[in-house]
């Protein structure tokens, strides 16, 4: 079926060194992957996209990256901040703009 | 220029009773999709509207429906609740391609 799952659940990190997150999904037609922060009593938000006709795609402090190989996604995040402590899900849309979410892993951030 | 807002922000309700949350979608979009989230989990997508019509649906019961408005504004309404329909509900709105957007979340409790 579809899915898309999360291969670590938490992650803790110290301020200043570089985060990776991972996702592996499950159905290879899909062909857009988003990457969404939510924080404690908030909606996700959106941190960075990309398309399958893409491996990597940079913003700022952010990267995702995409093997279609082995159905994994990724997201980088350099120079890890407080801040950035939240829940991050990957979310794969599927037959029409509706997304499967993960289950998301929690970031903490240790100052 | 406002992004999806949501109403209310919390609400407590009685099994067996119905309830309506609302959404607006941010300026410009035309689609507006809702999410039920339970709590450490991710978002599961319930249905989609789109010219004031229901796109397409997630695997809820009937008791779930909603509505579109011409100025695509949304509704979601949920019959005879159950202790189970407990979540935060997200609505997220989009126009064509682009990422979805996520508002809040109405926070539901059935008691």
């Known amino acids: 079926g579809e899915s898309v799952g999360l291969h670590l659940p938490t992650l803790s990190v110290q301020e200043g060194d570089n985060s990776i997150i991972n996702c592996a999904y499950s159905n290879s037609a899909s062909d857009y992957f988003i990457w969404y922060k939510q924080e404690s009593g908030k909606g996700p938000q959106f941190i960075i996209d990309?398309?399958?006709?893409?491996d990597k795609r940079q913003g700022q402090r952010v990267t995702v990256l995409l093997n279609k190989t082995v159905k994994h996604l990724s997201l980088q995040i350099a120079a890890t901040q407080p801040g950035d402590s939240a829940v991050y899900f990957c979310a794969e849309e599927t037959s029409g703009s509706r997304l499967t979410f993960g289950e998301g892993t929690q970031l903490t951030v240790n100052p | 220029d406002a992004g999806v807002t949501q109403s209310p922000t919390h609400l407590i309700k009685t099994r067996g009773q119905q309830v309506t949350l609302r959404c607006s979608p941010k300026s410009g979009h035309d689609t507006v999709s809702w999410y039920q989230q339970a709590l450490g989990q991710g978002p599961q997508f319930i249905f989609q509207?789109?010219?004031?019509?229901?796109?397409q649906r997630g695997n809820f019961p009937d008791r779930f429906s909603g509505h579109q408005f011409p100025n695509y504004s949304s509704e979601l309404n949920v019959n005879a609740l159950l202790l189970g329909d407990s979540a935060l509900y997200l609505c997220a709105s989009s126009l064509a391609a682009a990422a979805q957007n996520f508002g809040p979340g109405t926070r539901l409790t059935v008691t």
């Open positions: 509207y789109y010219e004031e019509e229901e796109r």
């Open positions: 990309i398309r399958s006709n893409m």
